[in-house]
């Protein structure tokens, strides 16, 4: 059974780096897939992140990209996401999620509980 | 916004049947991109009920079915249950924005 969970910070100041790790069990990153980031504002939609692979090419949002890296750690079965520069505005849910590629787009099959993450000084 | 666009709601009385729509334009839906769709629960993280337009994942229930028909797709849903009101997500790539977007969601409450 593919397990995924977010872990990190849940309160980020203004201007800072929010840092967000998913850690993945019950299957082997390095065996393959795409791995993704997700969020949702309170109360509002999803707002798809980044992907990632395993060999660690990406494919970011553009209206992100500027401030977002996605990493991935084999060794350590984890894929990371750092959104720089952080406003009111990037306070969501953030959720990761094992993104499916056998179609265009990928679909996401397996998804982490979320977590909150709020920035505020 | 959105450039997936979903009905903010739907209702539809037990037993019955509903259909969401997600209605793009021809850099997404309309260029040939698959469009999979995802089952949101309150307080939980998405499911993925359809993917690929018409497929469903091992352990969702044959009442949900998608289509798929030019700048389109559609999620129907029949024998309403009362556990089926959740908020509902489509979702696809658009080659303007080169990247994976979503629709702006649909409420559905079982009356």
């Known amino acids: 059974q593919v397990q995924l969970q977010e872990s990190g910070p849940g309160l980020v100041k203004p201007a800072e780096t929010l840092s967000l790790t998913c850690t993945v069990s019950g299957y082997s990153i390095s065996s393959g897939y795409y791995w993704g980031w997700i969020r949702q504002p309170p109360g509002k939609g999803l707002e798809w992140i980044g992907n990632?692979?395993?060999?660690?090419?990406?494919s970011y949002n553009p209206s992100l990209k500027s401030r977002v890296t996605i990493s991935v750690d084999t060794s350590k079965n984890q894929f990371s996401l750092k959104l720089r520069s952080v406003t009111a505005a990037d306070t969501a849910v953030y959720y990761c999620?094992?993104?499916?590629?056998?179609?265009?787009?990928?679909?996401?099959?397996?998804w982490g509980q979320g977590i909150l993450v709020t920035v505020s000084s | 916004q959105s450039v997936l666009t979903q009905p903010p709601s739907v209702s539809g009385a037990p037993g019955q049947r509903v259909t969401i729509s997600c209605t793009g334009s021809r850099s997404n839906i309309g260029a040939g991109y698959d469009v999979h769709w995802y089952q949101q629960l309150p307080g939980t993280a998405p499911k993925l009920l359809i993917y690929?337009?018409?497929n469903r994942p091992s352990g969702v229930p044959d009442r949900f079915s998608g289509s798929k028909s030019g700048t389109s797709a559609s999620l129907a849903i029949s024998g309403l249950q009362a556990e089926d009101e959740a908020d509902y997500y489509c979702q696809s790539y658009d080659s303007s924005l080169s990247g994976s977007v979503f629709g702006g969601g649909t409420k559905l409450t079982v009356l």
């Open positions: 690929a337009n018409t």
């Open positions: 999620a094992r993104a499916h590629s056998s179609v265009a787009p990928p679909f996401f099959d397996y």
């Open positions: 990632i692979y395993h060999s660690g090419s990406t």
